[in-house]
């Protein structure tokens, strides 16, 4: 029987780049992106997107085209942006993690709002390096002229981001953050910052059993997904005080990435009064 991991992560953290270069490894296949719930879309549904609240990893693994002789397949869960994920849900999503190894990518929270506010979503292919017939490839491929000109439109993008409006997207991309570090107490967890992948080889060879040498193939030298290196402007408003909490918050799960926590512990939510309260 293979074995099945996950990958989780926030928008704009590799996440596409990290389950491509990996299903790309030889006797592995990797393919969709998971979503909560399709209400927390705010766009159209993709053709590659699953929806994880009514159903389970258990039969996305079974339903879907991971099959044949791999010895490792996997998919990944990616937090929707722009809709905070529902506090009712918070254990439900806990518990549907259980058991598998997962891979959680981080990233610089500010870093992530430059690329999701200012540079959007995009995806350009290495077509060369298309060696696998995965439905998100297929999908990312027919979008191609799009990504091309949101990215030359997000060079033009001057708007000022709001401090209410980047600070409470901070505080959302850390609580999914934490859930997903709250499943140490259950699964096998490797938290990876996405800046630091290529100094991490190792640890995701030894983690997901693959030789570094293919690993770093697929992701640094024949990579399905070419890496995004635009560098967005720093457009927000009182962004010293937004660089403050970011630093509050990056210390807060630097704690959490090394020591073992109760979830309800750190992030609580009161249903009759409908408040998240956080303890940094």
């Not at 010895?71 to 254990?91: A, N």
């Not at 059993?209 to 402007?233: A, G, M, P, Y």
Request: charged share 25%.
């Amino acid at each position: 029987m293979s074995k099945k991991f996950i990958l989780v992560s926030n928008q704009r953290c590799g996440s596409t780049w990290f389950i491509t270069s990996v299903g790309n490894c030889d006797k592995v296949i990797t393919d969709f992106e998971v979503k909560w719930s399709k209400e927390l879309l705010l766009g159209k549904q993709s053709p590659y997107h699953l929806f994880l609240k009514d159903n389970s990893f258990y039969n996305i693994f079974n339903e879907n085209s991971f099959s044949g002789e791999n010895i490792l397949v996997g998919t990944k869960f990616v937090f929707d942006f722009y809709k905070q994920f529902p506090p009712e849900h918070y254990l439900d999503f806990i518990n549907k993690f259980q058991g598998y190894p997962i891979i959680h990518l981080q990233r610089d929270y500010i870093d992530v709002l430059r690329s999701k506010l200012i540079g959007k979503v995009t995806h350009l292919l290495n077509t060369q390096y298309l060696e696998k017939n995965r439905l998100i490839d297929k999908t990312i491929f027919a979008k191609q002229n799009e990504y091309i000109n949101i990215i030359e439109n997000s060079k033009k993008n001057k708007k000022t981001i709001s401090f209410n409006v980047a600070n409470t997207y901070l505080i959302n991309l850390f609580i999914n953050d934490v859930m997903t570090l709250s499943l140490k107490k259950t699964n096998d967890l490797l938290t990876i910052d996405y800046e630091e992948i290529k100094q991490n080889l190792d640890k995701i060879s030894n983690f997901l059993n693959l030789s570094k040498e293919d690993l770093n193939k697929n992701f640094f030298k024949k990579s399905t997904i070419l890496k995004n290196k635009t560098k967005h402007d720093y457009d927000f408003e009182n962004l010293d005080d937004l660089k403050k909490i970011n630093k509050k918050l990056k210390n807060k799960l630097k704690f959490l990435n090394n020591n073992i926590f109760n979830f309800k512990d750190i992030v609580s939510y009161d249903k009759l009064s409908k408040k998240i309260n956080i303890n940094l």
